[in-house]
């Protein structure tokens, strides 16, 4: 189980077309040149990149970090994988947290993240018409801490923008202080 | 609080000079050109080298993964800052962990850290003699997951090895396949 490393672009071309773009709070990200229309999620951190790029967003899988055996248990069991050929509606939602969230100590972070905001258990219902996957970004000195990226069938848009509502209306969510969304589809 | 970036740089010159380099565990590093005697730790992820490097490691320090409030506050009471001028001895513990310990969840991980292995209890009695601070460096896609940074006066060197004695003891051990070890002194 190696971390898995990936460099997300941005260009006038790519694997993903980008949808929309809301940036929902603090700084967006600066384009090089012409906005970007299309995303792709390269493997491993590139550290050139080509030249019609954008932006790019590096990321990397972790070890669950708030998630006990028993809720790791059910979600393995219903969690979906990527790339489903039916999963054509996608998204990716980096986030930004505050100084203050980092500081707190782990089990103030686990009371908030699960006892008051039930991250993992208000979103077991979403699956598994819902495929997620988190990279963290922080310790590669991105300007975003995480991004998450999910993939859905068109007919579960309206669910996951549901979850996406769900989230921001949580104690956790009080603690981002800028966020991306962009809508992807290929 | 944001993370801190840095790269350390081992060569033929620098702050650090390597008074010993140990391969406890696994495969040690593989030098370009001579053999490095001395250690720099640079302020950011570099991506051009000095031409005499011979190799390096990028780390960045992280929120408290498994330290609970009750212990925080214990510990920020205590622990030194770095760079103390009398602190002139110090060490670089690189550790990576096995796919075992990564794919456990939290409660299990923090259950052997602590509860079992009393990582954080049995290291209080070292400060403030050692200063000490973590780099995260597996979501950098490095060949340790870990890079632990240590400070102490001369007359700490058998403190110091007696709580390298302690952890290698404990069951968290029995979870690190790869492991070097870098004393130094300034």
Do not use: C, N
């Not at 090089?32 to 951190?45: K, R, Y």
């Not at 980096?94 to 905001?117: C, H, N, P, V, Y």
């Amino acid at each position: 189980m190696s971390s898995i490393l990936v460099t997300m672009v941005a260009g006038r071309a790519g694997t993903y077309r980008i949808t929309s773009q809301r940036v929902v709070r603090g700084e967006g990200l600066l384009a090089h040149g012409a906005e970007p229309t299309h995303l792709t999620v390269e493997s491993g951190h590139l550290t050139v990149l080509p030249s019609d790029a954008a932006w790019q967003l590096r990321g990397a899988t972790g070890a669950q970090r708030y998630t006990e055996r028993h809720e790791l248990d059910k979600l393995t069991a219903v969690q979906p994988g990527l790339l489903r050929p039916e999963a054509t509606h996608g998204a990716m939602i980096a986030i930004r947290k505050t100084g203050a969230w980092w500081a707190l100590a782990q089990d103030e972070r686990r009371a908030i993240f699960e006892a008051r905001s039930r991250h993992i258990a208000d979103s077991m219902r979403f699956l598994p018409a819902i495929a997620r996957r988190l990279y963290h970004a922080r310790e590669l000195g991105e300007g975003f801490d995480f991004l998450t990226w999910f993939e859905f069938a068109p007919e579960h848009q309206a669910l996951f923008d549901e979850l996406l509502g769900q989230l921001r209306a949580s104690e956790e969510w009080t603690y981002v202080d800028r966020e991306l969304e962009l809508g992807l589809s290929r």
